[in-house]
């Protein structure tokens, strides 16, 4: 029997398809900690527990530990330590290294979770990616824009899912938020060139270092122009076929990328962008499964269950490589205007019976609810199909057509 101490510090959806999966494999039996108590979780994840531990802060390295410790000492040794959010995986690897649990180490999963360090390591073995700088002053910043000439982006060092990222378009507009909110010692922040082109995503397994299974996405638009206009609703295509020469490229970096920060067995979610010139510039990865239903397009576009999956890849170490059937899309339906709550969804029933035909999932924005203030939005659709082409095309009419409004 292999004992998973899960850390999901909230009973989120996307968490809970994570856990109920886990928590489903033979052989497993699986102990969530979390901050939420146990009556957050649905009941039939709940029923699926071997137990459950409450602490005030799951970032908390001491608590984490402590709380580990404590689950140990009742149901004995614990093999695995695991997580989906891309914040906590500093502290899991703390809890793991002070807990002589296996796992990725402190020092791979700082150069995950730090762009610094993750670009440097991607210097360091000749993996392209966009100019960076970290800077901890205003006039370090300034030096950068002035030597640079052109449109920067700012990223926190340990971000998440694109947030507080922000592109600057000239002097002007850097010197806004130096004044408002410069990089300092105790807050610095990653330069990065705004890099221009289309952008992907890498999804990947490594046993050993060794790419055994990969799937690729494109964002429609890029998530920064998503987070700068909030209105706009948003696509992630993944196309039937990827073992193409297109994608040959990114086939080659996108394992050396995961191996330069030192993971060789796990699943990543990597960012890359292919230039008009066709060149592909690699911009980040994270050590952890994909958010924003990324995991059920996969699946769909699979055949497969990619949280079971993950699943066993983390609890028992294995893998078994499902093959593309499917292009998949998945639209993201965000409110419209400046309102807080949601008043009316329209516009379903405008959509044509050969895009409804094509929807295999879908969580649609529910009136009364409160906007979301994230770039993921109110609702998704997905749909699916044997050629990207009609995937496209069915995207495009779902985020032309519903409406999600406010007051």
Request: net charge negative; hydrophobic share 45%.
């Amino acid at each position: 029997m292999v004992t998973v101490v899960f850390v999901a510090p909230y009973a989120l959806d996307a968490t809970n398809r994570f856990l109920a999966a886990m928590a489903a494999l033979a052989d497993v039996r699986v102990v969530v900690v979390s901050s939420d108590p146990l009556e957050r979780f649905p009941a039939d994840v709940a029923a699926g527990l071997a137990g459950h531990w409450r602490i005030d802060d799951c970032l908390d390295v001491d608590e984490l530990t402590g709380a580990v410790s404590a689950v140990r000492d009742r149901t004995g040794p614990v093999d695995v330590l695991t997580a989906i959010l891309e914040n906590l995986q500093v502290p899991l690897a703390h809890a793991r290294e002070r807990l002589g649990i296996d796992g990725m180490r402190v020092d791979v999963a700082e150069r995950f979770r730090d762009k610094e360090q993750m670009k440097a390591a991607f210097d360091a073995a000749g993996i392209p990616c966009a100019r960076h700088a970290r800077v901890d002053s205003a006039d370090d910043a300034r030096r950068i824009l002035d030597d640079w000439q052109q449109p920067v982006v700012v990223k926190p060092l340990a971000g998440m899912g694109a947030r507080n990222t922000f592109r600057l378009d000239d002097r002007e507009t850097g010197e806004r938020w130096l004044l408002t909110d410069p990089p300092s010692s105790a807050a610095p922040v990653l330069l990065e060139e705004f890099l221009v082109g289309e952008e992907f995503s890498f999804e990947s397994v490594l046993v050993d270092g060794n790419l055994v299974w990969h799937s690729i996405g494109r964002y429609d638009p890029t998530p920064l122009t998503v987070l700068e206009n909030s209105w706009i609703q948003w696509c992630v295509v993944l196309p039937r076929r990827i073992d193409s020469d297109q994608f040959a490229a990114i086939r080659d970096l996108g394992p050396r990328a995961v191996r330069s920060l030192g993971l060789s067995t796990g699943l990543t979610h990597l960012e890359w962008f292919r230039r008009p010139d066709g060149t592909v510039a690699i911009s980040e990865v994270g050590a952890r499964p994909p958010g924003a239903q990324i995991a059920s397009l996969m699946s769909w576009a699979h055949g497969a269950d990619m949280y079971a999956a993950w699943s066993r890849l983390v609890a028992l170490g294995e893998f078994d490589p499902p093959a593309r059937r499917f292009a998949v899309g998945g639209a993201y339906l965000r409110a419209q205007g400046a309102g807080r709550a949601i008043t009316a969804v329209t516009g379903i029933d405008r959509v044509s019976a050969a895009t409804h035909e094509l929807v295999v999932e879908s969580r649609l924005p529910r009136v009364g609810s409160a906007a979301a203030d994230t770039y993921e939005g109110d609702g998704y659709v997905i749909v699916r199909a044997d050629e990207t082409d009609a995937v496209e095309s069915a995207l495009r009419e779902i985020v032309s057509t519903i409406r999600v409004e406010t007051h």
